[in-house]
């Protein structure tokens, strides 16, 4: 009798310490400046030996911005391309200083990212703030803030199986109750505030253009904004910041805004 009881005592420690070890799985959304206005939400894995690659179903966060700020919809990029991005005014929730993005998206067929234990984050959602703002600070929702509390809808969350068991069943990894974010969760726009300043010694050769446009006379080049006469954004490079590959674009004259530490310029291209 003894014995079955102490066998029985012993099942529960164990399942208790493997019920907390699973529950230490988990991941935090943070954000990573690409340069320029261009960001990434990534998802950061928790400290975890678990190397099953994690499967995810859905998953959502809300990008807080400074009233009035916006963000570039149309050329966001996400994990699964079909991404939902609902904006709302924060004034309608008593945060007039503030508007919001409530980024979700829902996948077809899950998503595998890396292993835990691989300690890789990963691109959930890339975007670009519009309007070039050089003061406020754009952040990740917390969960335990006190809007995410009032607004339980905002909150971070991703529904994603992490237990290597032979079933695929979902559940939310990030904790609702703790602040679900990581490392660089805000960024402060003063820091780009250097950008207004004029750009000299750059050269954008040759003009006319046929394909490549070569720059020289700068360093560091966060980001490149080419526009057309109408003011419409048709090329936004963040990679490959020496070149502009107009080879997809109609003949006709464009505006290339080059940003990089130092400040930024504006050159007219005619492309042929």
Do not use: W
Not at 125 to 141: A, H, Q
């Amino acid at each position: 009798m003894k014995k079955t009881t102490l066998t029985l005592l012993l099942c529960a420690v164990f399942a208790l310490f493997g019920s907390k070890a699973n529950a230490q799985d988990g991941y935090t959304y943070t954000l990573q400046h690409n340069g320029g206005y261009s960001f990434t939400v990534q998802a950061v894995p928790n400290t975890s030996s678990n190397n099953f690659a994690t499967s995810v179903q859905s998953y959502g966060f809300t990008i807080i911005l400074p009233d009035g700020e916006t963000i570039d919809t149309a050329s966001a990029t996400s994990l699964g391309g079909a991404e939902s991005v609902n904006f709302f005014n924060g004034g309608n929730l008593g945060q007039a200083a503030i508007d919001g993005y409530l980024v979700t998206e829902t996948l077809g067929s899950p998503a595998s990212l890396p292993a835990p234990s691989a300690a890789t984050n990963s691109d959930m959602f890339t975007f670009t703030v519009n309007g070039s703002p050089t003061s406020g600070t754009m952040y990740i929702l917390e969960n335990n803030s006190a809007l995410a509390t009032t607004v339980t809808a905002l909150k971070s969350f991703m529904q994603a199986d992490m237990i290597n068991d032979g079933s695929a069943v979902f559940t939310n990894v990030v904790s609702p109750t703790d602040s679900g974010v990581s490392g660089m969760s805000t960024f402060d726009f003063n820091t780009l505030s250097t950008e207004q300043a004029e750009l000299t010694g750059v050269n954008v050769f040759p003009n006319p253009v046929k394909n490549v446009a070569r720059i020289t006379g700068v360093n560091d080049i966060h980001s490149i904004e080419v526009t057309n006469l109408n003011g419409q954004r048709v090329l936004n490079q963040v990679s490959s910041l020496s070149t502009i590959d107009m080879t997809s674009l109609q003949t006709g004259i464009y505006f290339a805004k080059i940003t990089a530490s130092e400040g930024s310029k504006t050159v007219k291209l005619i492309k042929e």
